[in-house]
């Protein structure tokens, strides 16, 4: 089956409007083979294509003002974009690997707010998830040793868009800066 390509980007942004759907727009470049790897091994793949099922595609290639208002030069490019507001949601840039474009197409579906399909429920189980609350009530114990073990699986998953997380702790009454060790990790700032 060839892939669900608009004819051009006027038409994919009509036809998404008018349905209510989002776009993913592929940015590319003719005869790059990145691009072609993507086009023709990764989005046709049954994974890929149900994924984004539900989402208006379009095809743009080599065009510099498209690449300007998406804001990537990048190719090949994966574009996740509103079509009432033209912004992008998520983007992926360069070759990547079924799964980890499945990983990515978990995070632009979780970005713009959709439901994942259940072909999805297995590549997100496979994510690491952070876990707020067991994190504050590890943090409030001052287990370090907890906080280390609920945050190690995030260093398996290669599709995470940080290497870092942020965190506000209060400090209990009485209590200074000074008085407070960094509980898990091997850099602070």
């Known amino acids: 089956d060839p892939l ?17 759907r ?5 940015l590319a470049t003719a005869n790059d083979e ?3 790897i993507l086009e023709e091994q990764r989005l046709t793949d049954p994974l890929i294509r149900e994924s984004l099922a ?5 095809r743009v290639l080599d065009d510099a003002e498209r690449e300007r208002e998406l804001e990537s030069t990048e190719h090949p490019t994966l574009a996740f974009v509103n079509p009432f507001t033209g912004s992008v949601l998520h983007r992926v840039t360069g070759e990547k690997t079924v799964e980890l474009l ?15 399909p259940p072909v999805l429920e297995p590549v997100a189980a496979r994510m690491f998830a952070f876990d707020g609350e ?5 943090l409030e114990a001052g287990d370090a040793e907890g906080l280390q073990s609920l945050l190690a699986p995030a260093a ?3 599709s995470r868009h940080a290497n870092y997380l942020v965190a506000q702790v209060m400090l209990p009454a009485g209590r200074v800066p000074d008085d407070i ?3 898990a990790g091997t850099d602070c700032l």
């Open 4 to 20: 669900p390509w608009q004819p051009d980007y006027a038409a994919a942004v009509a036809a998404a409007q008018a349905e209510h």
């Open 22 to 26: 989002h776009m993913v727009v592929m």
């Open 34 to 36: 990145p691009c072609r």
């Open 54 to 58: 539900d989402m208006v595609w379009v």
């Open 102 to 116: 499945a990983r990515e197409i978990v995070h632009a579906r979780r970005a713009i707010g959709l439901a994942l």
């Open 134 to 138: 067991r994190a504050e009530a590890l």
């Open 156 to 158: 398996n998953d290669d």
């Open 181 to 183: 060790r960094f509980l």
